[in-house]
């Protein structure tokens, strides 16, 4: 088995590093292979998607993924701008699902914004279609208006669609991955204002009917934003389309203390995928080796868990994760008055240091 290795920029390098510390030490039979992608690539080979990486992205079983981007690239044209490498890798790999768990750890309960009785323990899983919608949908681009009440003036346009295909696969997804939890999922829409999401709404209603032990609720978006901060605990798996989850999850992320505590994974009709944390690269803080590597190394343990059928390997990462936050370690961005501040490497030694002891 092969793990494709994508560090790219920014802090992307640093945390990748503290991730494959930890493979490393679990001993797995795998062939890790690093390339270049992101601003990274776009440096020594002028693209941020080079061939080679693709290349080496289609034939891994799995790939682990730090973050691309940086400012310096923004007056860049589009194409060239670092994050173009993302939807390349989720449109060319068909990773149509994005997981995201927003877990509120027992230790950093006070790290969130919100009072500690909405989320402790906190536990929902969201779930957001990656590679439809309106990031995606043609036509788009601008002229001049041909009609309406701006008929003659300059606009932009964008075209919001999915087909039913599309919607009935992460329905199925959803209502798989509720099945192993509490058994509830809430589709999440605008089915009030947008034909796109009338249809979705009426699909997942659908795939639903083959799911008689999953209880589905459907929220309009504007509402479920409201929810997500005033009782997250009532929700279980949130399902949505690639815009709405794109923000909802985004959202969560800060329900649980840190953006940098948070894993992802994308995932194909094939099980294999990619992982990543939710954030980006951090160029406010790349260098200085202080960014928090828990979210890679927690995107590590979903690759294992997913793609490489290592759950036993998982659980071990977790653990030994959920350990080291006991110990009161903490990198600057979950840090709290009575605990200890560590940097990436010394967060990332004290985890390999955890596992060891499980052995
Ligand atoms: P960001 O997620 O990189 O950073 C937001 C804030 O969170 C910053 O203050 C940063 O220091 C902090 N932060 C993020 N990860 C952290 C970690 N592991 N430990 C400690 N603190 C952490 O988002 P931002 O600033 O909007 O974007 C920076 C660059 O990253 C941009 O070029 C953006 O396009 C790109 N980006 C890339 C993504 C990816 O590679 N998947 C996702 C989001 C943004
Ligand atoms: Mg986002």
């Known amino acids: 088995m092969k793990i494709a290795v994508l560090p790219g920029d920014g802090i992307g390098t640093e945390i990748v590093a503290e991730a494959i510390k930890v493979l490393d030490v679990l001993d797995l039979p795998f062939e890790m292979e690093n390339a270049l992608v992101g601003g990274a690539a776009y440096e020594a080979h002028g693209h941020p998607l080079p061939e080679a990486t693709l290349k080496l992205a289609k034939e891994a079983d799995a790939i682990l993924f730090g973050a691309v981007g940086d400012w310096k690239y923004d007056k860049l044209?589009?194409?060239?701008?670092?994050?173009?490498?993302?939807?390349?890798?989720?449109?060319?790999?068909?990773l149509f699902a994005n997981f995201r768990p927003a877990i509120c750890y027992e230790q950093l309960v006070g790290a969130s914004s919100l009072k500690p009785e909405l989320i402790a323990g906190l536990d929902i899983l969201i779930i957001r279609e990656l590679t439809g919608d309106?990031?995606?949908?043609?036509?788009?681009?601008?002229?001049?208006?041909?009609?309406?009440?701006?008929?003659?003036?300059?606009?932009?346009?964008?075209?919001?669609?999915?087909?039913?295909?599309?919607?009935?696969?992460?329905?199925?997804?959803?209502?798989?991955a509720a099945r192993k939890r509490s058994k509830r999922v809430t589709s999440v829409d605008k089915a009030n204002v947008l034909e796109t999401?009338?249809?979705?709404?009426?699909?997942?209603?659908?795939?639903g009917q083959q799911y008689p032990d999953v209880e589905l609720d459907h929220m309009y978006v504007d509402n479920a934003a409201m929810q997500l901060v005033r009782a997250p605990k009532k929700f279980d798996v949130v399902v949505t389309g690639n815009m709405f989850g794109d923000i909802l999850s985004d959202e969560a992320a800060m329900l649980t203390g840190s953006i940098g505590m948070l894993p992802s994974a994308s995932l194909n009709a094939s099980n294999r995928g990619l992982y990543e944390p939710s954030h980006g690269s951090a160029p406010d803080i790349a260098g200085r080796g202080i960014a928090n590597p828990l979210a890679t190394i927690l995107s590590a343990a979903?690759?294992?868990?997913?793609?490489?059928?290592?759950?036993?390997?998982?659980?071990?990462?977790?653990?030994?994760?959920?350990?080291?936050?006991?110990?009161?370690?903490?990198?600057?961005?979950?840090?709290?008055?009575?605990?200890?501040?560590?940097?990436t490497r010394e967060m990332g030694d004290a985890v390999v240091a955890a596992i060891t002891k499980t052995t």
């Open 134 to 176: 309106i990031y995606f949908g043609q036509p788009r681009g601008r002229r001049t208006a041909p009609d309406g009440a701006f008929a003659g003036a300059e606009e932009a346009f964008d075209t919001m669609r999915y087909a039913r295909p599309e919607i009935e696969r992460i329905a199925h997804v959803a209502f798989r």
């Open 197 to 207: 999401f009338q249809f979705w709404k009426d699909v997942v209603t659908e795939v």
């Open 77 to 94: 044209e589009r194409q060239f701008r670092p994050e173009q490498a993302i939807p390349g890798l989720r449109k060319n790999l068909g």
């Open 302 to 343: 979903m690759m294992l868990r997913f793609s490489l059928n290592q759950p036993r390997a998982a659980d071990r990462i977790e653990s030994a994760v959920k350990d080291v936050l006991a110990s009161g370690l903490r990198t600057a961005d979950i840090w709290a008055e009575g605990t200890t501040k560590v940097g």
